[in-house]
């Protein structure tokens, strides 16, 4: 996401092929979950990818839109340890920009309007964030509630 609008790429997250993938994820990390596996998943910096999936997780499981961010935001005490690697890494890609470097590094913080973009497009996808869910990820309340069972105990 070094290259794009950052709003524009989250919003386009709710994309059918993208959708396919997240359901795919979504199923197999519940489904281990809830049989008492052991789940571990991860992107390049764990806002994007790994970090909608977790927010996907957590919506599922029944927690709530500020815990939901609370926990996306956390991506960034991780970040903020790789800031200086992050920040040589940008410096040479920006062949020795020091501002578009710092401008880059910012980029790849966890921010707030990441995750709400995200959902702005499952919206707009499906009429509304649960519609998304239940329909486009095929996560009916039923089966939330049995992951949730699972999951809880």
Not at 123 to 142: D, I, K, P, W
């Amino acid at each position: 996401d070094v290259a794009c609008d950052p709003l524009r790429f989250y919003r386009s997250l709710a994309n059918p092929l993208t959708t396919a993938q997240m359901r795919s994820a979504l199923d197999c990390a519940l489904e281990h979950a809830s049989n008492a596996q052991p789940v571990y998943f991860h992107c390049s910096g764990g806002k994007d990818r790994a970090g909608v999936l977790s927010a996907l997780i957590l919506h599922v499981l029944g927690a709530d839109p500020e815990t939901i961010m609370d926990d996306y935001l956390l991506t960034n005490v991780s970040r903020d340890e790789e800031r200086a690697q992050l920040f040589e890494r940008f410096l040479a890609l920006a062949d020795g920009d020091e501002a578009r470097a710092h401008e880059l590094v910012a980029s790849h913080r966890a921010l707030p309007q990441n995750l709400r973009s995200f959902y702005e497009g499952a919206e707009e996808s499906a009429g509304s964030f649960e519609a998304f869910v239940t329909e486009h990820l095929n996560m009916s309340e039923e089966r939330r509630e049995r992951y949730r069972s699972a999951c809880t105990n």
